[in-house]
């Protein structure tokens, strides 16, 4: 059975999200952006209130890669959230009367469905390609951003493969279709990984520092003084490329670089002591706290249309 606490598999996620939206029909409605390589349908929910006007939007994903599994776990949480705050939170009000937000809770579903059934540390999609017997490309390496070029391998059998070329997978074609169709009211692209506990915006491809750079470092550095304001969890903020390690072909960087100014990584808890096997008991601090840095961003976002 579904849980906010717990890691649902792929196919509980999928019966949530069908019944989510068929009982919140006055905010929800799902819209499948096209099929995974093993042809699961990834399917996004717009969250917001109906409106006669065009309505700009933000868009949050989880789960590019398939083992960090607290990250669809937020998005969960934060459609949940979202919900039941409405109508009571003036601030969750404000934003879905006046923007709507797409949700993609699992980006790399075959990679998500394959950590559950076969092996708990995949990163890539599932893609398979005749003349090499290794599976998968890194979705956060195949996006056309200085695809390639830096902290990306060309080895099929490395966990950074950037593909064979850009958006040759098709999860990351579907989304950055989404993305363009919509890049006139897309105000906001966030993207939730796990672990460091970092708020990494462009750029990585390259340590040059991005245009609007000052102001996505305040707005980083609000955010995380929000998210730390709960359970006193430290984030470091700052250009991937200095506060991670230069890595091409993300998904920040190209969604920066389309004309979406506000574009965000995550990397949720932990520091390393769980890593990627983040207790379940951590879901429900993890989620709370990072609600507080998301509407923090959404606020900023919303205040400067
Ligand atoms: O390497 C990544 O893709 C992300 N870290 S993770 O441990 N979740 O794999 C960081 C992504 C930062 N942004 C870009 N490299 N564009
Ligand atoms: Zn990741
Ligand atoms: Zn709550």
């Known amino acids: ?99 709507d937000v797409y949700v993609l809770p699992v980006f790399n579903i075959d990679g998500y469905d394959y950590t559950h059934k076969s092996n708990r540390m995949w990163r890539k999609t599932r893609s398979r390609k005749s003349g090499s017997s290794c599976i998968g ?33 098709i999860e990351v074609k579907n989304v950055a279709d989404f993305i363009r169709r919509n890049k006139s009211i897309i105000k906001a692209y966030l993207t939730i990984h796990s672990y460091s506990q970092l708020l990494l915006f462009p750029y990585s491809y390259t340590f040059q520092l991005a245009a609007h750079h000052s102001e996505l470092l305040k707005v980083a550095e609000g955010a995380s003084a929000a998210l730390r304001s709960l359970y006193g969890t430290s984030y470091t903020s700052g250009p991937g490329a200095a506060t991670i390690y230069p890595a091409a072909g993300g998904s920040d960087d190209w969604a920066y670089d389309l004309g979406v100014k506000y574009s965000y990584t995550f990397e949720l808890r932990d520091t390393g002591r769980y890593g990627f096997l983040l207790p379940e008991s951590q879901i429900k601090p993890t989620c709370e706290e990072t609600m507080l840095a998301v509407k923090y961003i959404a606020a900023y976002v919303q205040k400067n249309l």
Not at 87 to 93: A, E, K, L, N, V
Not at 140 to 148: D, Y
Not at 159 to 169: A, H, I, K, N, R
């Open 1 to 99: 059975a579904h849980s906010y606490t717990k890691y649902n598999d792929w196919n509980t996620v999928q019966g949530w999200m069908n019944t989510i939206a068929s009982s919140n029909p006055n905010l929800i409605s799902k819209q499948v952006i096209g099929n995974t390589y093993e042809g699961r349908p990834m399917t996004v929910l717009k969250l917001g209130k109906k409106s006669s006007v065009t309505k700009n939007a933000i868009f949050l994903d989880c789960g590019i890669h398939a083992r960090e599994w607290i990250a669809p776990a937020f998005c969960q949480w934060f459609v949940k959230e979202a919900l039941s705050t409405y109508g009571s939170d003036s601030q969750m009000t404000s934003l879905l009367d006046q923007m």
């Open 137 to 169: 490309a890194d979705p956060n390496r195949n996006w056309n951003a200085g695809w390639c070029t830096i902290g990306a391998s060309s080895n099929p059998c490395s966990d950074t493969f950037c593909g064979y070329s850009p958006e040759s997978e």
